[in-house]
């Protein structure tokens, strides 16, 4: 059995209407007791006959849910990463929901052939165009080239804007955390504006449209997410910068507290993700997402300041098995180690695989940023067409998601940050 040839050989089509709307019927009163999911339908895209594309804010790592179920009974054809075909657990569902599989980050062709197939014979297609799911809670800019395959494609795009889906399934944290999802769906795109506007201009009216912060959304609607006491746990790797000694790496979260090893600096969070400072001289930004944003700017700031910058650690490599489904909920298997490296001219691996010498570099302008395909304690990239999962020794992903977004962008990558923001 080749794996590959299983995920990469074959023309896809839209899913069979009776298992397709079977599943989703049954499925749906489940999902919307567990997250306590509400729709919004603005405009109605089950009222369409046409082929169309659903584009959402990657806000967790069920976000497929909030998608699929408010369009029953329309059967719509999912993009997942191309990695994900290799977990035994999602093997017969992406199967039979004939899902779309995609390298995230770089180009493929595969995956662009197969959404316009299926466009082409009136099916419909949901994307998520950031191709990740939140780090910290907002958007990141959808990936390069999102406006022109939109564009190409010249049917509607609906979207689905996912409130409270990080704060029920956060990055940091694996533990679901019952609060309320609002999903508001509407029309963001009629062809005729698809004609209207260049693909840059749909590129930057898709970072416009679909962002959401959803730590400054619960600041206005107050709702408290069941963390099981539990809100800090992981935190740190998250939040890895003190704002007030300005260490890295001395952060520890537990139960509801987040604290500095080093200067003693600490907050507790509840369970409306406020966070709390516990003495006058303590330093903490607002939210979680506007802490993850001052340790991007730090970063920036010492990466312009220090032309010169070079981050070296050791890590684990993980690949991913080519005839054999990894199980137990595994992202890869482990089967090298070696260094990871980076500076102004781009990343470097050098270790071992398969017990052999092996190395990898990644030029600035063609690597954005990592993607992490579960948590914030391993990233993944690809070389030469093959995915590999990096567990850094000092569970530091966030800071090197960082070092390769700003080294991109440093570079004159065309991957910049949001527009609208500035």
């Known amino acids: 059995m080749n794996i590959v040839n299983k995920v990469r ?75 994900e075909f290799f977990r035994s657990h999602l093997h017969f569902i992406f199967s039979a929901a004939q899902v779309i599989s995609k390298k995230n980050f770089v180009t493929d062709v595969y995956a662009v052939k197969q959404i316009m197939n299926i466009i082409k014979k009136g099916g419909r297609v949901i994307l998520f165009p950031e191709g990740m799911s939140s780090i910290s809670g907002h958007n990141q800019p959808v ?35 019952r609060g309320r999802v609002d999903v508001d769906i509407d029309l963001m795109f009629s062809k005729e504006d698809l004609e209207n506007h260049n693909a840059d201009e749909i590129q930057d009216l898709l970072n416009e449209k679909l962002y959401h912060d959803d730590f400054e959304w619960n600041k206005k609607e107050r709702i408290a997410f069941d963390t099981h006491g539990e809100v800090c746990k992981n935190l740190h790797q998250l939040l890895y910068y003190c704002p007030k000694c300005h260490h890295e790496f001395e952060m520890h979260g537990e139960k509801d507290k987040l604290y500095c090893k080093h200067c003693g600096n600490t907050v507790t969070i509840n369970d409306y993700y406020d966070i709390i400072k516990t003495s006058d001289d303590t330093v903490a930004p607002e939210t979680i997402s506007k802490w993850f944003d001052l340790e991007r ?108 977004e700003e080294t991109h962008r440093l570079n004159g990558g065309k991957w910049q940050d949001f527009k609208f923001k500035k």
């Open 143 to 177: 990936a390069i080239g999102s406006g022109k395959l939109l564009k190409a494609l010249g049917v509607p795009v609906y979207s689905c804007i996912i409130k409270g889906g990080y704060l029920s399934n956060t990055k940091y944290c694996l533990d679901v955390r």
């Open 297 to 404: 700017e730090v970063t920036k700031k010492y990466l312009k300041e220090h032309p010169d910058y070079y981050f070296k650690e050791k890590a684990k490599l993980g690949v991913l098995p080519k005839n054999k489904y990894l199980t137990k909920q595994l992202t890869s298997k482990i089967d090298g180690e070696g260094y990871i490296s980076i500076s102004k001219d781009g990343f470097d691996f050098v270790g071992k695989k398969h017990g052999v010498d092996f190395s990898f570099h990644l030029d600035p302008l063609e690597f954005p940023t990592i993607g992490m395909v579960t948590d914030t304690s391993k990233f993944a990239v690809y070389y030469d067409g093959e995915f590999y999962e990096i567990l850094p020794e000092n569970k530091s992903t966030i800071k090197w998601l960082f070092l390769v």
């Open 9 to 83: 050989g074959k023309n896809l089509k839209s899913p069979n209407k009776l298992f397709y709307c079977i599943l989703g019927y049954v499925m749906k009163p489940i999902l919307n007791h567990q997250y306590n999911v509400h729709y919004n339908y603005i405009t109605d895209p089950r009222k369409d006959d046409g082929p169309f594309i659903i584009v959402a804010n990657h806000a967790s790592r069920v976000d497929y849910l909030y998608t699929a179920f408010p369009m029953l009974p329309k059967t719509c054809n999912f993009v997942a990463g191309y990695n």
